[in-house]
T-cell receptor
Framework: KAGVTQTPRYLIKTRGQQVTLSCSPI?????VSWYQQTPGQGLQFLFE???????NKGNFPGRFSGRQFSNSRSEMNVSTLELGDSALYLC?????????????FGDGTRLSIL | AQKVTQAQTEISVVEKEDVTLDCVYE???????LFWYKQPPSGELVFLIR??????QNEISGRYSWNFQKSTSSFNFTITASQVVDSAVYFC?????????????FGQGTTLQVKP
């Protein structure tokens, strides 16, 4: 069974640009969550999508947005990039039916802002 | 407020030693879920175990064991006879609250280095 796939693995952007990251969940999983990982703040929850609807959102500015498609694939967009957005962005999927289901993570997209 | 604390930032042991990683959590919810993940250098978070708040039974899986104690709000993880391949960052995580189905709150992580 294929795991969670995130593309691209690495990305370099400059301040002010925007970026779109992609996540394909495990087949059959309907919930997709996004996390930002930095050395200073650790792992922080961005948002969760379930059945194409944002079900939960963390404390990030509106520059961070996402969406989910009918096949459960998800994209995350960051506009007007800032130096502080440099991080590893992790996507996780789960069946989504209840809170006991574990989330399974992808390898992440490492975003560097110059 | 919900919070997970992993007080040990880095642990270094010699191969075959036993090591315990501590995790203390805070939540006011009576129903909650605890998880442990392993993050090797490649970056992917690997799911290790989950526990719900109603199940305090300890669990053993090979060299890994987990001790869940609600009285002390702790969910500690022990690796017996550690191996070099166990070197990684380990995260304890909490999911609580009826509206937080997709949200994990992570501790800061413990970096484990196992030396040959």
């Amino acid at each position: 069974k294929a795991g969670v796939t995130q593309t691209p693995r690495y990305l370099i952007k400059t301040r002010g640009q925007q970026v779109t990251l992609s996540c394909s969940p495990i087949s059959g999983h309907r919930s997709v969550s996004w996390y930002q990982q930095t050395p200073g703040q650790g792992l922080q929850f961005l948002f969760e999508y379930f059945s194409e609807t944002q079900r939960n959102k963390g404390n990030f500015p509106g520059r961070f947005s996402g969406r989910q498609f009918s096949n459960s694939r998800s994209e995350m967009n960051v506009s007007t990039l800032e130096l502080g957005d440099s991080a590893l962005y992790l996507c996780a999927s789960s069946l989504g039916g209840d809170s006991f289901q574990p989330q399974h993570f992808g390898d992440g997209t490492r975003l560097s802002i110059l | 407020a919900q919070k997970v604390t992993q007080a040990q930032t880095e642990i270094s042991v010699v191969e075959k030693e036993d090591v315990t990683l501590d995790c203390v959590y805070e939540t006011r919810d009576t129903t909650y879920y605890l998880f442990w993940y392993k993050q090797p250098p490649s970056g992917e978070l690997v799911f290790l175990i989950r526990r719900n708040s109603f199940d305090e039974q300890n669990e053993i899986s090979g060299r890994y064991s987990w001790n869940f104690q609600k009285s002390t709000s702790s969910f500690n993880f022990t690796i017996t006879a550690s191996q070099v391949v166990d070197s990684a960052v380990y995260f304890c995580a909490l999911r609580a609250g009826s509206g937080n189905t997709g949200k994990l709150i992570f501790g800061q992580g413990t970096t484990l280095q196992v030396k040959p």
